[in-house]
C-alpha cells in the first residue's frame, strides 16, 4: 500500500509576516497638526464659557429684576402700616413718654450741678410736669415750671445759668414722616428694567 501524503499538523508552520512600509515622519506637519486641533479644542472651551457667562448674565439680570419688584410690593403692601404707625402710634408714643423723658433730662442736669432750672413747656403739660418733680422729690427751688403757650405739645424748652437747652418730639416726629415719605418716594421712582 502506498502511503498518501498528508499535512502535518503538529509541528508549527512559520507564520509569515507581512512587511510593513515606514514612513518618514514629518515633525512639522504632526505639530501644525496638533496645534490646529488645540485651538479648535480651546476655540470651543471659549464659545462655550460666552455661552454659559451670556445665560448667567441674563439670569442675573432677571433676578435682580424680580428682588426688585418683589421689595416693591412687599413695601407697597406694608405702606399703610408703615403711615399708621408713624402717623399715629408714634406720636401717642411720644406724647405719652414726653414728660418722662423730660424728667430724665432735668435728673441728668441735676447731676451734672446745673444751676437753678427753668422749664417752659406747653400749657397742659405744666401741671402734670409739676407733679412728676414733686413725686421726684425736686424742690420747686431747684427747678421752676413755667407754661408757654408758645410751645406745642412734646416740647420744652430748659434753661439754666447762660444755657439752654430745646427738647422738640414733634420736630423729631415730623422728621421721621418726613424721611417716611422721602423712602416710599424713592421706592415708587426706581427705573424697573423691562
Known amino acids: 500500500m502506498s502511503r498518501l501524503p498528508l499535512e502535518d499538523f503538529g509541528k508549527p508552520r512559520p507564520i509569515p509576516v507581512p512587511e510593513i512600509a515606514t514612513m518618514p515622519v514629518d515633525t512639522e506637519e504632526f505639530d501644525a497638526a496638533y496645534n490646529a486641533g488645540w ?6 472651551v471659549d464659545s462655550e464659557q460666552g455661552r454659559i457667562g451670556e445665560k448667567l448674565g441674563d439670569r442675573l439680570v ?7 419688584a418683589a421689595i416693591s410690593s ?6 399703610p402700616m408703615l403711615h399708621e404707625v408713624f402717623d399715629k402710634l408714634l406720636p401717642r408714643a411720644a ?8 424728667l430724665d433730662e432735668i435728673r441728668d442736669l441735676m447731676a ?3 444751676g437753678k432750672l427753668l422749664i417752659q413747656v406747653a400749657p397742659e403739660e405744666a401741671p402734670e410736669l409739676g407733679r412728676l418733680l414733686d413725686r421726684a422729690n425736686i424742690s420747686p ?6 407754661a408757654e403757650p408758645a410751645l406745642a405739645l412734646s416740647q420744652a424748652l430748659v434753661r439754666w445759668d447762660d444755657q439752654e437747652r430745646r427738647i422738640d418730639l414733634e420736630a423729631v416726629l415730623s422728621a421721621l414722616d418726613d424721611a417716611l415719605e422721602s423712602f416710599l418716594a424713592s421706592i ?3 427705573p424697573s428694567d423691562g
Do not use: G, P, Y
Request: hydrophobic share 45%; glycine share 0%; charged share 40%.
Open 74 to 79: 412687599a413695601i407697597a403692601a406694608l405702606e
Open 39 to 44: 485651538d479648535d479644542a480651546m476655540a470651543q
Open 141 to 146: 427751688e431747684r427747678v421752676t415750671v413755667r
Open 62 to 68: 432677571t433676578l435682580e429684576r424680580d428682588q426688585k
Open 95 to 102: 406724647e405719652r413718654s414726653f414728660l418722662a423723658i423730660l
Open 112 to 114: 451734672a450741678e446745673a
Open 188 to 190: 415708587e421712582q426706581e
